[in-house]
């Protein structure tokens, strides 16, 4: 209809049809420059405000999967001398590790972040601990880098052990945190702590994270819990350690209270689902835990196989698959 207008129109009055054209190029373009004060959300006049477009996007869109990971490497080799840690994070990121932080001042940091302090930074973490710890150490990490990192309390602080029990001082306490400013708008959480446990001179307990904790940007912060996995298809227990040695540092860990309430889970991830035995686990079962179902069985329990606790909720370890059609149509 346009089209055909315009031919009429130019066939009509060639100077008038210009006229027209003319006139609409021009308020076409005061509009996308602004002339008459109307602002046009479509089309961004500088690159300023398209980065304050994407930025706002972003921060509308936050996402809630946690952009942190870390593990200890070799922890049978671990001391106050030397400590292996290895990180694997969706974004550049920063490592600060406090060597001998107050347990009382961290706990206090921690519920100070949902008040006034949001520990988002190592320098807010440091302002609510009060600086009171021994060593401070910070190491810079690369988006998706897993190399070890080396962190080690230097020998000038002439320290062997950190006290006898009920220890007023954990060893190590890890903070990571986004290096960008503009990540910490995308993410929901954005830092993780986690208390680590080194073995001394009093406590030769093997090395092993006790907590971490996932902080959230809104004022919340979380204990990551281990998962169960089913013992069935776990591997037996190393030969090097007799039963009588893990008899005794489980009541060492008793002792020194590292031991957890909720029973020893297996860190070993079993491969085959418990009911079906032919699928790989790939589902945890909340509020219980457990780590027990593949794909295509976890469709069908409302109740978890392992202790018939009810399912409240439930996710997947790795992506969701496709659910299997035909099993769909015959349930």
């Known amino acids: 209809m346009a089209a055909v207008f315009l031919v009429t129109l130019y066939e009509y009055s060639p100077l008038f049809y210009i006229a027209v054209v003319f006139t609409c190029f021009i308020v076409t373009t005061g509009l996308v420059l602004g002339w008459f004060g109307w602002d046009v959300p479509v089309i961004l006049r500088n690159s300023e405000e398209t980065q304050f477009s994407t930025r706002a996007f972003k921060k509308q869109m936050r996402q809630v999967k946690n952009p942190f990971g870390l ?11 030397s400590m292996a840690l290895r990180t694997d994070c969706l974004e550049d990121s920063r490592l600060t590790c406090y060597w001998g932080c107050s347990v009382q001042k961290l706990y206090e940091a921690l519920q100070k972040h949902a008040y006034c302090f949001r520990i988002s930074t190592p320098q807010a973490l440091e302002e609510a601990l009060y600086s009171d710890y021994l060593h401070r150490e910070q190491y810079f990490i690369k988006k998706h880098s897993k190399e070890e990192i080396y962190c080690q309390l230097p020998s000038d602080t002439e320290i062997e052990d ?51 904790y996932l902080i959230l940007a809104q004022g919340q912060f979380y204990d990551l819990k281990q998962l169960f996995m089913s013992a069935n298809n776990s591997p037996p227990p190393s030969n090097d350690e007799s039963p009588e040695d893990r008899s005794v540092e489980q009541s060492l860990l008793e002792k020194v209270g590292l031991a957890g309430n909720d029973g020893d889970p297996v860190e070993e991830s079993s491969r085959d689902c418990v009911v079906c035995q032919n699928g790989g686990v790939n589902w945890v079962l909340l509020p219980c835990r457990h780590a027990c179902l593949c794909d295509s069985c976890v469709r069908y329990f409302k109740q978890c196989p392992m202790c018939r606790q009810f399912v409240q909720e439930s996710f997947a370890l790795c992506g969701q698959k496709e659910p299997d059609k035909d099993l769909l149509e015959t349930s």
């Open 162 to 212: 950190f006290g006898p029990v009920p220890r007023s001082r954990y060893p190590l306490v890890a903070l990571l945190t986004l290096a960008d400013e503009d990540d910490r708008e995308i993410y929901d959480i954005i830092s993780m702590v986690s208390v680590i446990h080194i073995p001394d001179k009093t406590y030769k307990l093997p090395c092993r994270i006790l907590y971490q």
């Open 71 to 81: 593990e200890i490497t070799n922890s049978s080799a671990a001391s106050l001398a």
